[in-house]
């Protein structure tokens, strides 16, 4: 179930990674002939552009992690509801040898 999100997941994260690696390696280049900054300014703001790039992803990163986890999962998502509830009951009565149905016909 979770196979294809995952993957699709990965594809993009690694899209987006070399998109920005190959940004960051011609930025400096860039920054030198276009803007005619001196090698050493062009190269430290490359490095910041890739180190905010960095700083971005683990923000973003956590701010999924967060969200996801908030949003709740899907089997968190069911246990909270009546039917989760319901079947996690006869789960642990048929665990005890008692069903919540068969007390009812007592």
């Given at each position: 179930m979770y196979l294809k999100r995952t993957l699709m997941t990965w594809v993009l994260w690694i899209a987006a990674y070399v998109i920005n690696n190959g940004l960051v390696a011609w930025l400096p280049t860039h920054y030198s002939q276009v803007f005619e900054l001196p090698l050493q300014t062009s190269l430290l703001y490359g490095w910041i552009t890739s180190a905010v790039g960095v700083v971005a992803s683990i923000i973003c990163a956590l701010y999924i992690d967060k969200s996801a986890a908030?949003?709740?999962t899907p089997s968190r998502s069911a246990r909270h509801s009546p039917a989760g509830r319901v079947h996690g009951a006869r789960r642990d009565h048929r665990h005890a040898g008692?069903?919540?149905?068969?007390?009812q016909c007592r």
């Open positions: 908030s949003a709740g008692r069903h919540p149905a068969a007390e």
